[in-house]
């Protein structure tokens, strides 16, 4: 198994950052990506942005691109999410998960990750 901890929410103004890590224990080696997700109070779990761990290829979901950048220390097993030009819209728990595997396009999707953190809220305000 592969455990992650997030860590790095908190609150922030509109138009701030923040950096969100993922921390990963446990069997690392199996780790083929990491992703963050997040989910805001009655709305369903959303992709945020994705990470091939060997390669470094990333995904992003079009509400982020241009203001997130996910990187990752594969000798640290590490993965982080820089959030950039924060906007209330923003505010959720944002989780992270790692997966063994997946078929490209499927990066997307929860479903596709093994194992999930117990999540960091992130409070934007306006």
């Known amino acids: 198994q592969v455990q992650v901890v997030e860590s790095g929410g908190g609150l922030v103004q509109a138009g701030g950052s923040l950096r969100l890590s993922c921390a990963a224990s446990?069997?690392?080696?199996?780790?083929?990506?990491m992703g963050w997700f997040r989910q805001a109070p009655g709305k369903e779990r959303q992709f945020v942005a994705s990470?091939?761990?060997?390669?470094?290829?990333?995904d992003y979901a079009d509400s982020v691109k241009g203001r997130f950048t996910i990187s990752r220390d594969n000798t640290g097993n590490t993965a982080y999410l820089q959030m950039n030009s924060l906007k209330p819209e923003d505010t959720a728990v944002y989780y992270c998960?790692?997966?063994?595997?997946?078929?490209?396009?499927?990066?997307?999707?929860?479903?596709?990750?093994?194992?999930w953190g117990q999540g960091t809220q992130v409070t934007v305000s306006s």
């Open positions: 998960a790692s997966a063994d595997f997946y078929i490209p396009g499927d990066q997307t999707k929860a479903g596709t990750y093994n194992y």
């Open positions: 990470i091939k761990w060997n390669d470094g290829r990333s």
């Open positions: 446990g069997r690392t080696f199996s780790i083929f990506a």
